[in-house]
């Protein structure tokens, strides 16, 4: 991996912009690799994505907010910069369903996905074997229906020892709190089994067979207090038919989801997300 740095921008739309920022990283020595953005008409935003090589950039990332606050002030920038040879804190949350667990895993080990994975938090044990096989931590914690605020607080403090930078729901059968939703603002992702915003909450494949649909999806987003309403970030599709009985249904979404789910997190691990009005721009 090169060693780079990414800086993410929304701002309003206005005349300068590209220059501004070119000429900042000019003034640093920065190579730049890849530059796109994206101009949302409606709205009248601004996005962009820039990414350049650090090896002879003449500007400390530790003194970079310093240096770009002017140009990010005379702008009304939201921004963030990141390096991308640092590796994200990831912690994957997990139920009974494997598929999504086993093909993040894989790609984890395989190197696909830049990152730590120090723990997998689960409500069942049917996964645990999955996680030994690969060598990752795995802690189970019961969730009463009547004791969800206590069993959040463990979560959180579990996420806060192991220093989690994002967590990953895959498949994780359980409504996460708005309290709890606060300490990851756009760094959760979960997975969910159908096209949002059709067939949400519980049993979609259920209502989609119910309702003869001839596609089905899934969907991966970034959670908020509003059940599968966030941003979403990936999307993906498959044709059925009316020969196609629930459990098919099911098995080919399963195939979706776990590559829906990958795909997702990939892209946020590098950097390449900005989330604006409750949608997001992917860079490619």
């Known amino acids: 991996m090169r060693h780079t ?3 993410l921008i929304s701002c309003p739309d206005q005349k300068g912009l590209v220059a501004a920022i070119a000429d900042f990283l000019l003034r640093h020595n920065a190579n730049i690799l890849h530059a796109d953005q994206h101009q949302d008409a409606e709205l009248k935003l601004f996005l962009m994505r820039v990414e350049w090589e650090l090896a002879d950039f003449s500007l400390d990332l530790a003194e970079f907010a310093a240096a770009f606050g002017p140009i990010a002030a005379r702008f009304g920038m ?48 049917d996964t645990r074997w999955l996680a030994e096989a ?3 931590p795995y802690q ?6 009547d004791a969800k605020h206590e069993a959040e ?15 990953v729901l895959a498949r994780y059968m359980q409504v996460l709190s708005p309290d709890f939703i606060r300490h990851f603002p756009s760094r959760i992702i979960n997975i969910h089994h159908s096209f949002l915003p059709a067939f949400h909450g519980a049993k979609p494949y259920h209502r989609a067979f119910e309702r003869g649909v001839k596609l089905i999806g899934a969907t991966a987003h970034y959670v908020t207090e509003t059940l599968d309403d966030g941003p979403i970030i990936e999307q993906d599709v498959a044709r ?3 020969r196609d009985a629930l459990d098919d249904l099911v098995k080919k979404g ?25 949608k997001t721009v992917v860079f490619d």
């Open 140 to 145: 189970h914690l019961t969730v009463h229906k």
């Open 134 to 136: 690969y060598r990752v």
């Open 78 to 125: 939201t921004w963030r910069v990141a390096e991308s040879s640092r590796k994200q804190r990831l912690a994957v949350f997990v139920s009974k369903f494997d598929h999504c667990l086993a093909d993040l895993l894989y790609r984890y080990q395989s190197g696909e996905l830049h990152c730590e994975l120090p723990i997998i938090l689960s409500n069942h044990e």
């Open 5 to 7: 740095a990414v800086l």
């Open 240 to 242: 059925i038919s009316h």
């Open 153 to 167: 607080l463990t979560q959180l403090g579990i996420l806060r020892d192991r220093k989690i930078d994002f967590i």
């Open 254 to 278: 399963a195939d979706l989801e776990k590559v829906v789910l990958s795909r997702a997190v990939k892209w946020h691990l590098d950097n390449r997300v900005l989330v604006y009005a409750n």
